[in-house]
């Protein structure tokens, strides 16, 4: 694949001091030569990088030492990227962005259903790709500002990007985490689908509808929120979403 390096026109200086100093990044794609440019493009943003050409390895990798992000490839060998993204979920919330040669929309719905918390279809800028990653860290980073957000019910430790349903942890991917943030933040405010695109990718991508009503349907999910009866989560028709909780 070509990543069209000779395009590349924006400064690696634009990000010195910015938040992807000291980062970790595990690429986790059998290509070897992508591997390597991105690898070296990384590099020059302040991203530390540690790749696997096959899923054992990576996971084996993830196992011994925790990166801040994940750039996993969908078209693995024997094991696919949609199963490799479940088994991170199992015991990590680090967040995943998904690449692949295929672009259809099911394999996106299936990617977000499966906790990744972004897709980029191959052949893609490697600008794109470290713009979606400080967008990521970025979210991660400004939640530190803050400590803990309450509602009647849940508890978010904004520190530890936590969230507790009364003792209970929940187990959220990132962006998981974010919307029920925005929630929390205005309970009773309705958002759109619009809005809450804007609010969980921060950069221009192709939006579409369903990615957001997949990762409301996880929340309820975790939440064991009926949306037929809802106690937290509220659709309100032709509009977009609310949280009835209650801010204390």
């Known amino acids: 694949m070509s990543l069209r390096l000779a395009r590349l026109g924006l400064p690696a200086c ?30 020059k ?51 995943v962005i998904m690449l692949t040669a295929r672009g259809e929309v099911t394999d996106r719905v299936l990617g977000l259903e499966l906790g990744a918390d972004d897709y980029l279809p191959k052949p893609f ?27 009647r019910h ?26 029920l943030k925005l929630f929390a933040q205005n309970p009773g405010r309705v958002y759109s689908r619009d809005q809450l695109l804007d609010h969980i990718r921060g950069i221009e991508w192709e939006a579409y509808n369903r990615s957001i009503d997949v990762l409301i349907s996880r929340l309820r999910q975790k939440l064991a929120d009926d949306p037929k009866q809802p106690k937290f989560i509220k659709t309100v028709r032709g509009t977009g979403y609310m949280l009835i909780d209650e801010a204390v």
């Open 125 to 151: 800028e490697p600008r794109e790709l470290v713009a979606r990653m400080q967008s990521i860290l970025r979210r991660g980073h400004h939640s530190r500002s803050t400590e803990l957000l309450k509602t």
């Open 154 to 179: 849940l508890t978010l430790d904004l520190n530890r990007h936590e969230a507790r349903l009364g003792k209970k942890i929940l187990d959220l991917s990132t962006m998981e985490f974010e919307i």
């Open 45 to 95: 943003y302040g991203f530390s990088v540690q790749t696997a050409v096959h899923p054992v390895e990576g996971l084996k990798k993830l196992h011994h030492q925790t990166p801040d992000i994940i750039i996993l490839d969908v078209m693995l060998p024997d094991q696919n990227g949609f199963d490799v993204c479940k088994t991170i979920r199992q015991q990590h919330s680090t967040p």
């Open 14 to 43: 634009l990000f010195k001091g910015s938040l992807s100093m000291n980062r970790t990044v595990l690429i986790i794609d059998d290509d070897q030569k992508l591997n390597h440019l991105l690898k070296t493009y990384l590099s």
